[in-house]
């Protein structure tokens, strides 16, 4: 007698062959290009590796304070005021050293004009809120 056609059983894939998902990081040759910067004069590979794990270690605390702050503020978007509170809490921005003054005397022309309101002619601020 025929029987009924049965479908063939899938074999189960083991957690083996699935890819690893990466989490993002900073470019090494990034943080070697700034270290080099501000070094100015060589450094062995093994102290450049210790830089890149600290390096990494302090983005990921960095982002965890950020991300602690706003949501104790009870947003779900990190605004100027986290990084303000961050800074002042690191002791980086005092009231002697505003962060207006930071970011005037450590980032490029292109990007103060991004942070810092400023007035234009047609009696416009930029950026414009």
């Given at each position: 007698p025929l029987q009924p056609l049965r479908p063939k059983p899938v074999p189960k894939s083991s957690g083996a062959s699935r890819k690893k998902t990466r989490e993002p990081g900073v470019a090494s040759s990034l943080i070697k290009k700034i270290f080099s910067h501000y070094v100015k004069m060589p450094v062995?590979?093994?102290?450049?590796?210790?830089?890149?794990?600290?390096?990494?270690?302090?983005?990921?605390?960095?982002?965890s304070d950020l991300e602690a702050y706003t949501h104790h503020a009870g947003r779900k978007t990190v605004e100027m005021a986290d990084l303000e509170v961050l800074m002042r809490r690191q002791g980086l921005v005092t009231d002697k050293m505003p962060l207006h003054v930071l970011i005037e005397r450590y980032l490029p022309l292109e990007y103060r004009k991004l942070l810092i309101p400023i007035a234009v002619s047609g009696n416009k601020v930029i950026p414009w809120k």
């Open positions: 062995a590979r093994d102290a450049f590796k210790i830089v890149e794990k600290c390096s990494v270690r302090y983005f990921k605390q960095l982002s």
